[in-house]
């Protein structure tokens, strides 16, 4: 595993305050914890057979949220190729993305807003057991948080 492609996957949730929404660090927290160890399981991953080079993805990351003609913070000037098997940008885009999903569905309790997380981070059945969960989840947005991470902590590889 590639622990520094594991750090800049989770780095591009964690520095996002604006994905924690509503939630306090009581139901905030857990899922980052989830996150980091999620990226590292991501950057871990083993390519699907039968990709060429060019479709594994093994190009060098960029960071995202950076206006143009504006450097990283971190890391400038040192490129991070995407680990076997997945886009770098793709994965941390779709980490965003279902944190973000995880998230509203916490805040809202409805598991419409769980719709949209990719299989890449979550699988489907995961993603069936979690929307089970939801419903059957306390109705604070924090608890929910919990809850919802407790599930997938039990059930993601």
């Known amino acids: 595993m590639d622990s520094s492609i594991a750090r800049r996957l989770f780095e591009a949730v964690a520095e996002d305050e ?3 929404g509503d939630l306090t660090d009581e139901g ?23 990709l060429s080079p060019h479709e594994l993805g093994q190009r060098p990351a960029t960071r995202e949220g950076h206006e143009s003609g504006q450097s990283p913070a971190r890391g400038e000037g040192h490129e991070i190729e995407a680990p076997p098997g997945a886009d770098f940008d ?10 973000a999903a995880i998230v509203r569905a916490a805040e809202s309790g409805d598991e419409r807003d769980l719709a949209g997380i990719s299989p890449d981070v979550i699988d489907s059945l995961v993603l069936s057991d979690l929307r089970r969960g939801l419903a059957a989840a306390p109705r604070s947005p924090d608890a929910r948080a919990r809850a919802l991470v407790s599930l997938l902590a039990s059930r993601t590889p």
């Open 18 to 20: 604006r994905l924690r």
């Open 28 to 50: 905030y927290a857990p899922l980052l914890a989830w996150c980091a160890q999620r990226a590292a399981q991501l950057a871990s991953a083993d390519p699907p057979p039968g």
């Open 90 to 99: 793709g994965l941390a885009a779709a980490l965003r993305a279902a944190v």
